[in-house]
């Protein structure tokens, strides 16, 4: 019913449904949402989105999957050296 002590209450639904849909603290830097910013029926939410990644958290905007591929395969190589290795992966769909 309300944002938690020392948070701001920066957004509520037009229904009333949810008093805080969005809270932030600017001194702090933390910034939560009551909803799915990512889903394509939320309004603004790629903006929501790109606000906090460029605003909030100051990314560049420059990654790729195929560098952080690049990066990540480059670093195991690293720490792992010549030894073998067993790796099980998941589709994600277990």
């Given at each position: 019913?309300?944002?938690?002590?020392?948070f701001?209450?920066?957004?509520?639904?037009?229904?009333?449904?949810?008093?805080?849909a969005?809270?932030?603290?600017?001194?702090?830097?933390?910034?939560?949402?009551?909803?799915?910013?990512?889903?394509?029926?939320?309004?603004?939410?790629?903006?929501?989105l790109?606000?906090?990644?460029?605003?909030?958290?100051?990314?560049?905007?420059?990654?790729?999957m195929?560098?952080?591929?690049?990066?990540?395969?480059a670093?195991?190589?690293?720490?792992i050296?010549?030894?073998?290795?067993?790796?099980?992966?998941?589709?994600?769909?277990?």
């Amino acid at each position: 019913s309300r944002a938690p002590e020392g948070f701001d209450c920066l957004a509520d639904t037009k229904a009333g449904t949810c008093p805080v849909a969005a809270f932030g603290s600017d001194e702090r830097r933390i910034y939560g949402v009551q909803f799915h910013p990512e889903v394509v029926h939320t309004q603004y939410g790629e903006n929501i989105l790109k606000n906090f990644l460029y605003g909030v958290c100051h990314a560049k905007g420059d990654w790729t999957m195929s560098g952080f591929v690049e990066e990540q395969v480059a670093a195991l190589k690293k720490k792992i050296g010549d030894k073998k290795v067993l790796c099980a992966m998941s589709g994600g769909v277990d």
